[in-house]
């Protein structure tokens, strides 16, 4: 499991090890969750995967 938090600018960056992963969302105050995860995502060695995701932040 890798925990990690968004930058100032809502962006991340995490080095994983090879395999199969599943991202998901913290459940934190104020967030109201995203409809793109959990997904599960593979890793393979040297290559570079991205994963847009799309948070609700509760604010309109």
Do not use: H, W
Not at 8 to 36: E, F, H, M
Request: charged letters at 25%.
């Amino acid at each position: 499991m890798a925990k990690f938090n968004l930058q100032s600018d809502c962006t991340y960056r995490v080095a994983l090890r090879p395999g199969s992963y599943v991202v998901d969302l913290a459940r934190t105050q104020g967030i109201g969750g995203s409809k793109d995860l959990p997904q599960t995502v593979a890793i393979e060695s040297g290559k570079t995967v991205r994963l847009d995701i799309s948070i609700d932040t509760g604010i309109r």
